[in-house]
């Protein structure tokens, strides 16, 4: 190799599945998959690709305009307009390959190497890695878990405590990936507040807001349009994660809006043609499926807490399972999850460790009801209640 | 905004059509669109993605690992294999979004701020950009225009003369995009050379490799297979360039595999599964509808060229074309090719500046022979003779 690797790579984990590999290739038949965020369901009737057809569309295998199909941005825009009760401008819109491609392009328009990013912990797992792949610093807050997340007074106060000279942003993410969390009002507020008083980008992770099981999220763009980046995607709210189309709306400075639309044209070049379309015809006939969606999702999870004695989610695709004291003795926090992880997996269900959604978070599992269907995931969620003796 | 934009922002070109907006919009009908570089043929038959049923693909929607389908990964390598009549080791293969996405993981995966890649102008308008996200230099060598390419040893010392001490690869185009040229074995063996002898990384943008109209071009990769990355993509070739489908092949080194797993896996989370499906397809049946569309590229090519005077293209889907000396007189370069450029679009015309392609190459355009059928591209070859006086 001519030159040893940035130093910044290392900083990026592996798979997080590396020490469970040999194990999942060892097993008879393939474990229920509830390791992923997926959904088991696929699109709404009519948004499968296969509804596509050429003679209707005929420049569907050709480019589009790297930030995103007009018609899909406009019928975007109208739709978030609703939802939020206030006007959304297109112009603010730009479609992604996914919520990754959003923030993988936020975070390389607006960090330079060192600046530091305020995660709120436990975390999605993947957006430490976006924020170490430009050199940056992602600070982890683990104030999700154990227990609910934060008051207002208090989120407040430990979000602040954490900004330091080199914060540019926090990531904040609701419903939440991996506790099922939905904040409410004043807590958004918590957080909206401290970004204004350090003048900080808030990046809101949306992806869940099809999936709260408490009626619609508070809308936090409108609270702060002149610093948030509010993601979404059609991967969870419209099952169609493989297709890869997300999107973010913007801060309304055309010079961010210069930066991302560089960034998505030269990461990707912007969301796959059919997938644009799909998530157009979504948007246009997916709401009923949204709701039986949703509802599915709302009563999996609930049984699956109950059964597990946990908390039912408030939204979102996971349960997020503490199993300090659960493992063999005399083993470190780490081995003793791999050890349980490794009867489930035994048992026909592979989770996800929850190292993957923060460092303090070595005694935990995280497991999602949506990416099996509902018979499957009660059986795996059997299976892991056996393995806890629970 | 919160902190001003990080500084390598600023040297990525914006849209180069933008001086042309206002004149785009005010058409009365659109332009012919032959300043992208697409293709009219829509894929293969079978290949559409109306084709993916999802009763014979039951998890279409869902999520594929990043890295790519295994079975595109195997049959690629086979395809690869057969292509350059030598193994080719899937396990350095991965699948990107377009071969946009590949060289975006290779920029952000090998290259440090302040690194330097030469690349041969003129050049595929991304590159520079590409380089440029990640704070790195790209260093233009206006190797291929005006004039056919170098002989060996002019391009050998051309090369080794731009190597400095943050040198850390050289970008290569064959079939290239815009000249049309097709490097013979020779030109290909001084290229290595250079990177041999200088230890640096070959980035080999392949994604004409199916429009050479001399024969397959000389393979690059088992020239140098432990410094070369091997880009190529499903758009040119398949007609599918919306899907957003390309590949990288990897120098063996698992470090190097690791590190592009990380840049693809947090830039887009890879590229959409229909498309990888679709791409699939296009290996297994598209050989008859690849035939058909180069021998059409290779006669639409030459017909364009000599209504230009310019010599026949060898491959790819542009003509280059030199424009000094055809403008108002008492212009700058940049003024005298955008005169040229609106009269284009007056005559219904839409041609890319040559400035696009390179610093270089102020009074230059690039037009596009694929992105529109025959009939099409004639007529606007017409208008263009007509616009230039020939």
């Not at 709120?120 to 792949?133: D, E, K, Q, S």
């Not at 809006?257 to 379309?277: E, I």
Request: glycine share 10%.
């Amino acid at each position: 190799m001519p030159r040893p690797l940035p130093p910044r790579l290392a900083a990026i984990g592996g798979s997080v599945f590396s020490r469970l590999a040999a194990q999942i290739s060892a097993a008879s038949q393939p474990p229920a998959p509830l390791h992923v965020g997926d959904t088991h369901r696929p699109p709404p009737p009519g948004c499968h690709v296969e509804a596509l057809a050429a003679a209707t569309h005929p420049g569907l295998h050709r480019y589009l305009a790297p930030q995103g199909h007009p018609g899909l941005i406009g019928d975007l825009a109208a739709h978030l307009s609703a939802r939020w009760g206030c006007a959304v401008d297109p112009a603010r819109l730009l479609i992604t390959p996914g919520a990754t491609g959003a923030l993988s392009a936020i975070a390389a328009a607006t960090l330079e190497p060192g600046d530091e990013v305020l995660v709120i912990a436990p975390y999605w797992p993947l957006i430490v890695g976006i924020i170490h792949t430009v050199g940056a610093v992602p600070v982890e807050l683990p104030l999700f878990a154990p227990g609910p997340p934060p008051a207002p007074a208090a989120l407040r106060a430990a979000l602040a405590a954490a900004v330091g000279p080199r914060t540019v942003a926090v990531y904040l993410n609701s419903p939440h990936n991996p506790t099922g969390a939905v904040l409410d009002v004043a807590q958004m507020d918590a957080v909206v507040d401290v970004c204004r008083a350090h003048d900080l980008y808030l990046w809101s992770d949306e992806v869940y807001a099809d999936l709260s099981f408490v009626g619609p999220p508070p809308p936090v763009a409108p609270r702060a349009p002149e610093r948030t980046f509010a993601v979404g995607s059609f991967s969870k709210g419209w099952g169609m994660a493989g297709y890869r189309c997300g999107w973010v709306l913007l801060p309304p400075d055309p010079a961010l809006r210069g930066a991302l639309w560089k960034m998505v044209t030269h990461q990707s070049y912007g969301a796959a043609h059919p997938a644009q379309l799909a998530a157009r015809a979504a948007l246009a006939g997916g709401a009923a499926w949204q709701a039986e969606a949703r509802a599915e999702a709302a009563a999996v999870g609930a049984a699956a807490a109950a059964r597990l004695g946990v908390p039912a989610p408030a939204g979102g695709s996971f349960l997020f399972l503490d199993l300090r004291g659960c493992g063999p003795s005399g083993l470190s926090e780490d081995d003793a999850t791999h050890e349980i992880l490794v009867r489930c997996l035994d048992a026909g269900v592979l989770l996800a460790p929850g190292r993957s959604c923060g460092q303090a978070y070595a005694g935990f599992a995280r497991l999602c009801f949506t990416a099996a269907p509902p018979a499957l995931v009660n059986r795996a969620v059997d299976a892991v209640a056996g393995v806890l003796g629970r």
